[in-house]
């Protein structure tokens, strides 16, 4: 089992920036790719950003060049950087990490955390 804990949402005005951090534990060793999904009222949930094990970085499209994914594997945490903030950034953020059978014996599992709450005001 892995656990995700999620923090650092909140109120910012529209061009500030916010970090959202993301710490698992559990069966840390199994998890591979580690990412941030988002939820906007009335849309389907989208992916941000992920991060494989080795670094590899994923990011959509809506947030490139505004946002940065990074992780810390001492810390088993994952950080998502936001800057530039946009009205339409405003949604429940969600952590998430994939338990990967290449490191651990066990089907492939995705974990989730709850939601952080960004609200970016115009």
């Known amino acids: 089992q892995v656990q995700l804990v999620a923090s650092g949402g909140g109120l910012v005005q529209a061009g500030g920036s916010l970090r959202l951090s993301c710490t698992a534990s559990?069966?840390?060793?199994?998890?591979?790719?580690m990412g941030w999904y988002r939820q906007a009222p009335g849309k389907e949930r989208e992916l941000v950003a992920n991060i494989t094990r080795l670094g590899t970085q994923y990011y959509g499209d809506s947030v490139k060049a505004r946002f940065t994914i990074s992780r810390d594997h001492g810390k088993n945490t994952v950080y998502l950087q936001m800057n530039s903030l946009k009205f339409e950034d405003t949604a429940v953020y969600y952590c998430?990490?994939?338990?990967?059978?290449?490191?651990?014996?066990?089907?492939?599992?995705?974990?989730w955390g709850k939601g952080s709450l960004v609200t970016v005001s115009s």
């Open positions: 998430n990490a994939e338990r990967d059978p290449y490191y651990c014996t066990g089907p492939p599992i995705v974990y």
């Open positions: 559990g069966d840390t060793l199994c998890i591979s790719t």
